[in-house]
């Protein structure tokens, strides 16, 4: 008997802009793209991050006197929460990010800020049927100073204010593409093995239970060839630590000189059989609006929108 295939069910929503530029939508704009995203089958929305450095997608009064960041014309994550709750998805509410950590690696930079604004975020948007669970958005990789208890205790605390939530991450695997946005290189000299990597996420899974539910790798930063045995070692250690093993496939291509851009859909075919073929149980991707919308401000998204139905038969 033939295996359903793994088909994206789930994206990130890149609602404040960092390396990816803004599209400026508005409630019109976000209303069409998620029936978009319901006709290919996306079930899930996850805010990447519900702030970064000074901007916000929401008004948090915390963030907004502590930290003075801008208040926001449109509060986006009442907004998200209202078209999920519309379409029938789960909502994961993405944390805080000051920038801190990218400057100096030192991820504890970000606990304090992120305590306050999971208890906020969940007393103002809580009560909305789609909020599902939480995400925490200090992408981690290996040896991340500080990780293992920022993670763990942020962790925690998601779970305490919303009475047991699930919460999950999407750590990047240390590979040659594993490259800054802002590099001009496309791959690094050095990348992890796959001993160091399993070794490496053996100790930090088992530093971060009790806290994460779910981890769904990002799956860009190896060659094609590469990723089934990196994800397979993911999935092992996912099973082996009670943690729900998820894929986060990347929908832009990290191979081209211009950064970034709507991948090729072969390659992200190739990536979603990977996945399937070592039991990852969701895919979700980064992400849906910029790179697969039919209504992006790049011509190749919709492209690759109308591809990927095509070949998986979603009318």
């Known amino acids: 008997m033939q ?15 960092h390396d990816i530029p803004h599209q400026n939508w508005g409630r019109k704009e976000w209303e069409a793209d998620f029936g978009h995203m319901t006709k290919m089958g996306i079930k899930t929305v996850v805010l990447i991050r519900s702030g970064y450095q000074r901007f916000l997608s929401y008004p948090s009064k915390y963030l907004m006197n502590k930290r003075g960041c801008y208040e926001p014309p449109i509060d986006l994550v009442a907004l998200f929460l209202e078209l999920a709750d519309q379409h029938g998805m789960e909502f994961y509410f993405g944390t805080y990010d000051s920038g801190a950590y990218w400057q100096t690696g030192d991820m504890a930079r970000e606990l304090d800020d992120n305590l306050f604004v999971i208890e906020e975020a969940y007393q ?15 992408e981690l990789s290996r040896k991340t ?30 590979g040659k593409k594993a490259v800054l946005a802002a590099d ?8 992890v093995s796959l001993e160091e990597h399993r070794h490496e996420w053996n100790e930090i899974f088992d530093g971060i239970k009790g806290a994460i539910d779910i981890v769904a ?7 094609y060839h590469e990723l089934e045995d990196y994800l397979r070692i993911n999935k092992e250690l996912a099973d082996q630590h009670g943690l729900t093993s998820w894929t986060n496939i990347e929908s832009f291509d990290r191979d081209m000189p211009i950064k970034f851009m709507p991948i090729k859909f072969e390659k992200l075919l190739l990536k979603l059989k990977a996945a399937q073929k ?20 790049y011509l190749q998204a919709g492209h690759l929108y109308h591809r990927y139905r095509e070949h998986f038969g979603l009318t």
């Open 3 to 17: 295996q359903d295939p793994l088909l994206v069910s789930g994206t990130f929503l890149d609602e404040v802009s």
């Open 124 to 138: 103002t948007y809580g009560h909305h049927a789609s909020f599902k669970g939480w995400y925490l958005g200090l």
């Open 145 to 174: 100073k500080g990780a293992i208890d920022t993670i763990t205790r942020l962790g925690k605390e998601c779970k305490n204010v919303s009475g047991g939530l699930p919460v999950f991450i999407s750590p990047w695997i240390d």
């Open 184 to 191: 001009q290189a496309l791959k690094k000299p050095n990348a």
């Open 217 to 223: 790798f990002q799956d860009g930063h190896v060659d």
């Open 278 to 297: 070592v039991g990852c149980e969701k895919a979700i991707t980064f992400e849906f609006s910029h790179f697969m919308s039919p209504q992006s401000a």
